[in-house]
Nanobody, 127 residues
């Protein structure tokens, strides 16, 4: 099956860190840009971070550059999101998604460019 699977979430105290992983199954990551999104209770899906298929370009939602870091390992078909200095407002279900790298001209936060979504992993920031 072609799928994405996120993992690594959990309960963390404010100012703590987590590293999320997204594993790809049934396809190669080589021709896909990847993003992380999140969805908090009562809010819509929010784009968080993007990395292009080569891994040499990244983008972050406002306020997240420096707090979050996205990376990828195409050989092992993994994408990562390192999160630091976590705040209660970062509490959400985090999921990864792919878009063909042919969509390079489209805004990275545009949901309709993504054609495969993984199930999310819950991140809860609380003392």
């Amino acid at each position: 099956d072609v799928q994405l699977q996120a993992s690594g979430g959990g309960l963390v105290q404010p100012k703590g860190s987590l590293r999320l992983s997204c594993a790809a199954y049934g396809f190669s990551l080589n021709n896909y840009d990847m993003s992380w999104f999140r969805e908090a209770p009562g809010k819509g899906r929010e784009w968080v971070a993007f990395i292009n298929s080569f891994g040499d370009y990244t983008a972050y939602a406002d306020g997240k550059k420096g707090q979050f870091r996205i990376s990828r390992d195409n050989a092992n078909k993994k994408v990562y999101l390192e999160m630091h200095d976590l705040k209660p407002e970062d509490t959400a279900v985090y999921s990864c998604a792919r878009r063909p790298d042919s969509a390079w001209a489209a805004p990275v936060e545009s949901l309709d460019q993504y054609n495969l979504w993984g199930q999310g992993t819950q991140v809860t920031v609380s003392s």
